[in-house]
């Protein structure tokens, strides 16, 4: 089951911030954040676990509602270097462990503008 | 840690032969690893699952005879992309679940990718 992101595209402006969502209609154990370079792979940023937890790395944090199966992408201030594709990965909850395989939203394009 | 190399990285093709991309745990024995593909602007898409020792478990939709996966070792995968016809044309990338120390040291690390180019 895919998980649902939004907005599909953000336009910012150097320093502004910015939020990306992604939802699930099935019970999720964890939810992994990347950011994908055209023609790269994409770029392991956090994880977070069931038990609804929020993490951060410098300007770029990540929160999980457990109850809504709900997470949120917060890039603060944000850089030239942050414009990419953002990706939520989603491991579905079996029985109170992990299915086993990421599954993944259809992306967030991200253009950060000087 | 928990790197995955993957080869080749850009690969032509005619249509109608076979392609082998390799993707290897470097420092890590991955007893699963996973193949994705991704069309130009598009999400990365799960073809299947694959195991050490055992069959591959395809998801819905991808044809097993025309993506042949072997695992034969804790830190060799392949995929083979057989008859390729111009629609295989895609990014294909490896990916395998790695954990380290602690209930919440664990995830998921990609290879680079393989661009395949069927003419």
């Known amino acids: 089951q895919q998980p649902v992101q939004s907005p599909q595209a953000v336009i910012l402006r150097e320093g502004e911030d910015a939020v990306i969502n992604c939802s699930s209609s099935?019970?999720?154990?964890?939810v992994h954040w990347y950011r994908q370079k055209h023609g790269e792979a994409p770029v392991f940023l956090m994880i977070l676990l069931k038990g609804g937890e929020q993490k951060g790395h410098e300007k770029i944090s990540a929160s999980f509602n457990e109850k809504k199966q709900q997470s949120s992408l917060y890039l603060t201030a944000s850089q030239l270097s942050y414009s990419g594709t953002y990706f939520c990965g989603t491991e579905l909850q079996a029985g109170g462990t992990s299915y086993g395989k990421l599954t993944f939203g259809q992306g967030t394009i991200l253009t950060v503008h000087p | 840690g928990a790197v995955v190399s993957q080869h080749p990285s850009r690969v032509i093709c005619k249509s109608g032969t076979s392609v082998k991309i390799e993707c290897r745990s470097l420092d890590f024995q991955a007893t699963t690893m996973f193949w994705y593909r991704q069309f130009p602007k598009q999400s990365l898409m799960l073809m299947a699952t694959?195991?050490?020792?055992?069959?591959?478990?395809?998801e819905q939709g991808v044809e097993k005879d025309k993506f042949l996966i072997n695992h034969a070792s804790l830190t060799l995968s392949t995929l083979t992309v057989t008859s390729a016809h111009p629609e295989d044309s895609s990014f294909y990338i490896c990916?395998?679940?790695?954990?380290?120390?602690?209930?919440?040291?664990?995830?998921?690390?990609f290879g680079s990718g393989t661009r395949l180019t069927v003419v």
């Open positions: 694959s195991n050490e020792g055992s069959k591959a478990t395809y």
């Open positions: 099935k019970a999720l154990y964890s």
């Open positions: 990916s395998a679940r790695y954990r380290g120390r602690g209930y919440t040291n664990y995830g998921y690390t």
